[in-house]
């Protein structure tokens, strides 16, 4: 989890066509333009009808502006990306790359152990508290994300917890996919990242991309031509 403000800067080359699958160093797939285009997802989270008690900060210092928000089938937020590096270490998450690393998340994989920052897009949700329950919309290790950066979506898993009153972080590998720059120490988007968590999904086991791509897919589609926000 990331609690420190981080110097931002971003990266911003369109893809236009899938990924292929991840090995230990490659991109995690990227869906975008498809079945649903962002623009279409994006115009289903206009309008917030908030669930949250309270407002988030994107990070220590900041202001506190950020509230989540809720519709029938979702709920999401608009925010900055901080850089989660934690969890099982590899070349590019370590204690050598990032001051901050912890080796541990929130989530375990089937194996039980930690889960992989730089291989696995996951995004990390704020610590329960009387601000916000992620738990009481039903979400989870493994519910499924959509994480939107400019023209760019990517498919996650809920994988980590952090503060309990900062939002906005995402995994190495969810940054590195949306073309945000991903080093644990001084990477992320400052503004315009939109995290949407589809409410009673799980991907299992948690480090099955591929699953959390197909399921997405399926999600995003039903909350596009689904009803609009009602606040759930």
Not at 52 to 69: E, W
Not at 146 to 172: L, N
């Amino acid at each position: 989890m990331r609690v420190q403000s981080l110097t931002l800067a971003v990266a911003s080359a369109a893809l236009l066509a899938p990924t292929t699958p991840p090995t230990a160093h490659a991109r995690p797939a990227v869906w975008r333009e498809g079945t649903v285009s962002t623009a279409d997802l994006l115009a289903k989270v206009r309008d917030c009808a908030p669930v949250s008690r309270g407002r988030y900060r994107s990070d220590n210092g900041a202001p506190a502006n950020i509230p989540v928000c809720g519709t029938r089938d979702a709920v999401f937020w608009k925010a900055d990306m901080d850089i989660d590096c934690d969890g099982t270490p590899g070349p590019r998450c370590n204690r050598r790359t990032d001051p901050y690393f912890a080796a541990s998340t929130a989530y375990a994989g089937s194996d039980g152990r930690p889960l992989s920052a730089e291989r696995l897009p996951f995004i990390v949700v704020p610590a329960p508290s009387a601000l916000w329950d992620y738990r009481d919309h039903g979400i989870g290790g493994g519910s499924v994300v959509a994480v939107m950066y400019r023209d760019r979506v990517q498919y996650a898993v809920v994988g980590d917890t952090g503060p309990q009153g900062i939002i906005g972080e995402a995994s190495y590998a969810t940054a590195e996919a949306l073309g945000i720059r991903a080093d644990p120490h001084g990477g992320g988007a400052p503004s315009g990242v939109t995290y949407i968590v589809f409410k009673n999904t799980k991907v299992s086991p948690i480090e099955d991309h591929a699953a959390a791509v197909t399921e997405g897919e399926r999600m995003a589609k039903r909350f596009v031509e689904g009803d609009a926000a009602d606040g759930g």
